[in-house]
């Protein structure tokens, strides 16, 4: 294999598909990531709405822990209660820092003999040396296997159709936040019902080696649209998820975040900033993150000034035309007195300052479906 020179630009094992498909291809997170296809965001967008989409996301980092501790370790480090997870079961989480603010957000899965923890590819290194400062003193190992594992994520009301269609194992059973072991098109992977979308679907992942085989096993059903960075964003934000260095960083809380619901302050092991958190829980924060809309036709577009009482307080999280919706959506955050529905502010777009309102996150939920 071929070293790859240090700032130089990694590629997923489905680097030269997305080529031929003619995607374009943009830095992100340190890898030459398709933002689009052809067809365009929009219509990949409203592929995951309506049908089935398929992203390449192999740029994601994965870490095993393993060991007696291992369990105690992550819960440490973690604002969920590993503890409470089940064999099989997933949890949404965020790795912390002692003054409570967020390393990075992630997921954690419980194996039967072991924990994998996938991490944002633009955190793995900060992440891998957060948590090596902290393993001294827990009997666990932790191995980064990130450039060994593909993870291509299916996602759309006919995903769990699609999946189920190539894998050897009944998939009903398989709950939100859940995941199997199992052979798709013939591959061994973890099959794990989970998404960045705000539609069903599975995520899966498995050797690196395979990724073309099954990337090409998905896209012969015939039902399945190639779906590239643009679209996750635009759709994630719909759903109201986070994204790390927007919605997230090094200086905001879970709970300024509203990620309340996954801060167990009440676990049986400490861990990392609880002091902080359990403060900002009784106390209450200087800032909520919310989410807005604009009357007029205008994107509010990452970075862009929020001004609050006419006053400059941060910038937009996150914004676009909502494919879905067809209005301007976005987040950011605004004093914790001000972040209630119906809030009104102002986003300097371009230098003309335009009306928003705070709106109920998220923007969109998955119709139910029979």
Known sequence: MTAIAPGALKRTPLHDVHVALGAKIVPFAGYEMPVQYPQGITAEHKAVRESCGMFDVSHMGEVIVRGPDAIRFVASMTSNDVAALAIGQIHYSTLLRADGTIVDDLLVYRYPEHLMLVINASNREKDIAHLAAHIGGFDCSMTDISDSVALLAIQGPQAAAVVQSLADAPLDGVKYYRFTEGNVAGVSCTISRTGYTGEDGFELYF???????????????????????????????????????????????????GLG????????????????????????????????????????????????????????????MSPTLGAPIGTCYLPAAAAVLGTMFE?????????????????????ART
């Open 207 to 257: 050797d690196a080696s395979k990724a073309v085989d099954v990337w090409n096993a998905v896209m012969a059903t015939g039902h399945v649209t190639p779906t590239g960075l643009g679209a996750r964003d635009s759709l994630r934000l719909e759903a109201g998820l986070c994204l790390y260095g927007n919605e997230l960083d090094d200086r905001t809380t879970p709970l300024e975040a």
């Open 261 to 320: 619901w996954i801060v167990k302050l009440g676990k049986s092991e400490p861990f990392i900033g609880k002091d902080v958190l359990q403060r900002q829980q009784t106390e209450g924060t200087d800032r909520k993150l919310v989410g807005f809309t604009i009357d007029e036709r205008a994107i509010p577009r990452h970075g862009y000034p929020v001004i609050y009482g006419g006053v400059p307080f941060g910038e937009v999280c996150s914004g676009t």
């Open 347 to 367: 986003i300097d777009i371009r230098g003309k300052k335009l009306p928003a309102r705070v709106v109920k996150l998220p923007f969109y939920k998955r119709p």
